[in-house]
């Protein structure tokens, strides 16, 4: 159980485009989602919170104009990476809590690595 | 100070033996506390929670929680090769609940401790 699914798990785009990251409960609700980046030999940085319904709750220093978040159902949250340059190159995570479970656990999904060129 | 602290290593064992990596954390009302296995190239594994003061077994894994000394460690007994990987200490600091607000469970992680065990 707790499987989290992410599409697509690799992707190459080019300056200034935009690209969508899904990620995916494939067998628990997940009311609150979380998405991370994570550069090369670097630990796991998160970039926002997301919950069902409602808006996302971003890092400070992350730009909510630029990495737009939608968690519209209980098993789905979209990142979208808008006009993307090489230095969003990275490792993009996605990471769910299930709503029935206890004391934080996180589940995460294999996650997306974007070469912006 | 940072909130979770590893040490980044890398810690080399032989295969067979135990490895002992070590957290420390800041928030002195943190309730959860995890483990996770990162392989090179991979997302982080869930592999270990503990929430009360003690120790706790899972097969190989042995998480160890003072919640006096803000300190929780993880064993490893009978290293094998395969357990080679980042580990991560990630503790439940939520600054909205501890200031009586909505948590959303966020995790802080340590920088990760590199483990080697070598045949």
């Known amino acids: 159980g707790a499987v989290v699914s992410q599409h697509p798990s690799w992707v190459i785009c080019k300056s200034g485009t935009s690209v969508k990251i899904e990620c995916r409960s494939l067998?628990?609700?997940?009311?609150?989602m979380f998405w991370y980046r994570q550069f090369p030999k670097q630990s796991l940085m998160l970039m926002a919170t997301?919950?069902?319904?409602?808006?996302?709750?971003?890092e400070q220093g992350v730009e909510k104009d630029k990495f737009l978040i939608n968690h519209a159902s209980l098993t789905l949250s979209t990142l979208t990476v808008t006009s993307a340059h090489p230095e969003d190159s990275s490792f993009y995570i996605c990471?769910?809590?299930?709503?029935?479970?206890?004391?934080?656990?996180?589940?995460f999904g294999p996650g997306t690595r974007l070469t912006v060129t | 100070q940072k909130e979770v602290e590893q040490n980044s290593g890398p810690l080399s064992v032989p295969e067979g033996a135990i490895a002992s990596l070590n957290c420390t954390y800041s928030?002195?009302?943190?309730?959860?506390f995890f483990w996770y296995r990162q392989y090179s190239g991979k997302s982080p594994e869930l592999i270990m929670s503990?929430?009360?003061?003690g120790d706790k077994e899972d097969g190989r894994f042995t998480a160890q929680l003072n919640k006096a000394s803000q300190y929780v460690s993880l064993l490893i007994r009978d290293s094998q090769p395969s357990d080679s990987a980042t580990y991560l200490c990630?503790?439940?600091?939520?600054?909205?609940?501890?200031?009586?607000?909505?948590?959303?469970?966020?995790?802080?992680f340590g920088q990760g401790t590199i483990l080697t065990v070598h045949p």
């Open positions: 990471s769910a809590r299930p709503t029935s479970g206890s004391f934080y656990e996180q589940y």
């Open positions: 067998d628990f609700q997940a009311t609150t």
């Open positions: 997301s919950n069902e319904g409602s808006k996302a709750t971003y």
């Open positions: 928030d002195r009302v943190s309730q959860s």
């Open positions: 503990i929430y009360s003061n």
């Open positions: 990630a503790v439940n600091i939520d600054l909205l609940a501890n200031a009586g607000g909505t948590s959303y469970g966020k995790l802080t």
